[in-house]
């Protein structure tokens, strides 16, 4: 008899040969794996052979719960979350998978018996990075809550053939590099061409009556892509269920080119294979910068367009009505991305199903929800009319009566206010017009959020202030979170055991029990071992530093982290200037005292946005002039890690003492980094901005380190007229003209220019009137972290109290609030119960 390794109570059900739970089939299927599906044989297997033979494993033992889900939910007639996201930054998903099957550690040493190295195999895995950052690694810990809470839901978005670029550092510059994702094949998805869809683009509309004499419109389009659906389970923690995401690839449709083909036309439709396939080619690296390509639309309405037109076909397989579409479905809009949705649901539901507008429109309304994510100017996207007529002609017509009908509203709601109307127009006519895609989505919605407190205010007072005072009731707010079994159980697995040893594991689907650590942070036993499984994660990274980097770090020394996008408004020019006001205070003075530091930094730059590469060349450039700096005696650090993506992330937060989350009060939404470094007792260093106040709000004001204007200042000093070279004196003085000198950049003063004098004659996001409150700031973290002891009482106690900042949390308000959905368990079905 096979000893059962595994002996959890969540898998009391039946399990078949296939997934058995035993050391001995994980090795037997392994090893098969490499013969049958690989096609090799230990001496030519690669790494990455390995790493998929153990995939495949894994991906047995989840696709008995993934048929159990799927015919529950066709069963159930459940209802079901759509989660609308043109990004998904999923990160690896080999190790999330294990633990949350509950198998980690029974498949690490099934592994490593058979002589491998198990971490090994688990960093081979290409992470799906389909998605810029935080937006698109929110939607990913969404659904895997989503999943853990057992709520049935579809993650919807497009499987991009290329994610965000590979970032690599030459010269220290940022250059770019295509990922290549799919190079050695994906073992975590599922290819359904049986359910394909046709995506229309282009063409013009024409007015016929049906066989009812009926007024219809036609949309003639001038081109047709096909849509598969690539599908990938999402596994719940230590549940039956495994949800779906269901990414969308571009393809040409067979049938469509024989026209041209009949023609003779060969290479004509070759040439429109090429185009079609285009469509869902690479990720547009932009996170907060709008392209207003046309390639970028036509993305965002071949996914939403697939993704409703499957919704269709779900309501068709389970016999339910087209007019009960809002009953079935709740789909949420990851800002506006999708929120040509509104439009083409109205399409759908009128021109196809041949409901009448009023109902159509009332199913609408209830169907979706809206997340706004930013209130960058430059974010909110709005489309020129020219190019939205030419690529969806019947959606304009479509949102030109929804606009009619909806400022026939604001002008009897408002009456007489003309200006009004003219700001809350679906179209901006100001000048060359525009489709306002937010407040298409606004009045699409019967919900409408922000991703943290101060985001959700400023939305009512701002930019969507319209539309509240029109319809207060819709908006709300919603604190992003993410999700523990990714962000500690994963990442960081010596936290994990040292909680659990004291309080159990429940923490990790309750994140609010961490509470329970409280009363250890006055056990000095315990504060030593905190402080020992830092340090363990921090000799971890170091390693990872020098591999990646050739810079050796001093484990002991504080590790102070900024890792996200390089935009201005986050400000890593802001902590760059500190470090070289400590440099020139080290070299001014070379027996003052400071606390030894490491920086670190990584984040990508969007190719185009060429301060944020200039920011991170003036990254590189101090750390290569300061960390061969013999007089700064290892006291000082700067690291640029290459590439930040999920992967990277998971070392970097277990090992940080400090987390930077400096952007200019009322810039930042919300901020998730900041959640993954609190929860794994880094203490923050922040703004009064996004979601920063929830966590000194709950980790208490002594436990984190305050500095900046407040948003209300902010106002204030731009409404006054900042000058920003008002602030221009003493130790920032010389930390300005020292990088103007050229001497971090071989006497060439030129280099840093464009971004020096961007700060001493604009400076829009105000680094030089919040330098000396954050420099002061950090003298303080330099002091506290002196005292080593009460450091590991402060970060014991932001762990014990990050609860809050669970994806849990979070989704089930959604699920009680905006979307009504019910958790629905699976019960585990057998081979013998899907006979047919
Ligand atoms: C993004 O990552 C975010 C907002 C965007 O606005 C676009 C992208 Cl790609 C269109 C971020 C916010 O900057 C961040 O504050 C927030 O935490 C995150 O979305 C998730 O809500």
Not at 485 to 489: D, G, I, K, L, T
């Given at each position: 008899m096979a000893t059962p390794l595994v002996a959890v109570e969540h898998r009391t059900e039946p399990q078949d040969e296939r997934t058995a739970l035993t050391k001995e089939a994980f090795q037997r299927d392994f090893f098969n794996n490499l013969f049958y599906i690989l096609g090799k044989f230990p001496t030519l297997a690669t790494k990455n052979d390995y790493y998929q033979a153990l995939a495949f494993v894994v991906r047995d033992r989840m696709l008995q719960r993934w048929i159990s889900t799927a015919a529950a939910y066709t069963k159930q007639g459940s209802r079901t979350v759509a989660y609308f996201s043109a990004e998904f930054l999923m990160g690896p998903h080999l190790g999330n998978n294990l633990v949350n099957l509950g198998i980690h550690d029974e498949v690490r040493k099934a592994v490593t018996e058979l002589g491998l190295d198990f971490n090994e195999l688990l960093l081979e895995e290409d992470e799906p990075g389909l998605g810029n950052g935080g937006l698109g690694r929110l939607a990913a810990c969404f659904i895997e809550s989503l999943a853990t809470l057992q709520i049935p839901s579809l993650g919807y978005g497009i499987r991009y053939e290329f994610g965000i670029f590979h970032q690599e550092i030459v010269d220290g510059w940022q250059t770019e590099r295509t990922d290549k994702w799919l190079r050695f094949g994906n073992p975590w998805e599922i290819p359904r061409p049986e359910w394909a869809v046709h995506v229309k683009l282009g063409g013009y509309t024409e007015p016929y009556r049906d066989e009812f004499y009926r007024h219809r419109v036609r949309w003639v389009p001038d081109r047709l892509v096909a849509a598969v659906p690539y599908d990938t389970p999402i596994l719940g923690y230590h549940t039956n269920t495994a949800n779906t995401l269901r990414l969308w690839k571009a393809e040409a449709p067979e049938s469509f080119d024989f026209a041209v083909f009949n023609r003779g036309d060969y290479y004509g439709a070759v040439m429109q294979k090429v185009s079609s396939e285009n469509l869902s080619k690479v990720l547009y690296p932009n996170d907060e910068q709008l392209q207003g390509k046309e390639l970028r639309l036509s993305q965002q309405y071949f996914f939403v367009s697939a993704s409703l037109q499957d919704m269709f076909r779900i309501l068709k397989i389970q016999k339910i009505p087209v007019e009960r579409f809002h009953e079935k479905f709740a789909a949420q809009l990851n800002d506006t991305h999708p929120a040509i949705a509104v439009a083409e649901l109205m399409r759908l539901l009128i021109d196809e199903n041949v409901v009448p507008w009023e109902q159509a429109w009332d199913i609408t309304r209830r169907t979706f929800a809206y997340t706004n994510h930013t209130l960058l100017p430059e974010a909110l996207e709005c489309w020129p009319l020219p190019l939205f007529a030419k690529l969806l002609p019947r959606h304009l017509e479509i949102i030109f009566e929804i606009n009619a009908r909806f400022l026939d509203e604001v002008r009897i709601r408002f009456y007489g206010d003309e200006e009004r109307i003219a700001r809350m127009s679906l179209i901006d006519e100001r000048g060359e017009r525009y489709v306002r895609m937010a407040h298409l989505a606004c009045v699409g919605s019967h919900a409408i959020n922000g991703v943290a407190e101060l985001h959700s205010e400023l939305l009512k007072q701002d930019v969507l202030r319209d539309f509240y005072e029109l319809w207060p009731t819709r908006f709300g707010n919603k604190t992003n979170g993410v999700t523990p079994?990714?962000?500690?159980?994963l990442s960081n697995p010596r936290l994990t055991k040292l909680v659990s040893s004291h309080i159990g594991d429940e923490w990790i689907t309750d994140l609010s029990q961490l509470r329970r650590l409280e009363p250890l942070a006055e056990d000095a036993g315990f504060r030593q071992q905190w402080l020992d499984v830092k340090r363990a994660c921090k000799c971890d990274f170091a390693a990872v530093a020098l591999k990646k980097t050739g810079i050796t770090i001093d484990p002991d020394s504080l590790f102070d982290v900024q890792v996200k996008r390089i935009h201005e408004y986050k400000r890593q020019h802001l902590n760059i200037l500190h470090v070289v006001a400590l440099y020139h205070r080290l070299r001014s003075n070379p027996n003052v005292d400071i606390t030894p530091r490491t920086f670190i930094f990584g984040g990508k730059a969007a190719p185009g946005y060429h301060i944020a590469k200039l920011i991170i060349k003036l990254i590189t450039s101090v750390g290569d002039v300061v960390n061969r700096d013999p007089a700064v005696r290892d006291r000082l650090k700067v690291v640029f890690l290459p590439n930040f993506n999920v992967k990277n992330g998971q070392r970097i937060y277990p090992a940080a003492d400090l987390s930077e989350q400096v952007s200019t009060a009322g810039k930042e939404a919300s901020g998730t980094g900041n959640m993954k470094f609190s929860m794994n007792g880094a203490l923050t260093i922040g703004t009064m901005d996004g979601a920063n106040i929830e966590i000194r709000e709950e980790v208490g004001a002594e436990n984190f380190f305050l500095f900046g204007l407040t948003t209300p200042e902010v106002g204030a000093l731009k409404a006054s007229g900042y000058n920003p070279a008002n602030y221009l004196d003493g130790e920032l003085k010389e930390v300005v003209e020292l990088i103007r000198s050229g001497f971090f950049s071989r006497g060439d003063a030129e280099l840093f220019r464009p971004l020096i004098d961007g700060l001493v004659h604009h400076d829009p996001y105000l680094v030089f009137a919040d330098f000396d409150s954050y420099s002061k700031a950090q003298q303080q973290v330099s002091a506290a972290y002196q005292d080593r002891d009460h450091w590991a009482r402060m970060s014991i106690l932001n762990s014990a109290r990050s609860g809050k900042f669970s994806s849990d949390r979070t989704i089930r308000e959604y699920c009680d609030d905006i979307w009504k959905a019910p958790a629905v368990p699976i019960r585990l079905l057998t081979q013998e119960d899907v006979k047919v």
């Open positions: 079994r990714r962000w500690m159980a």
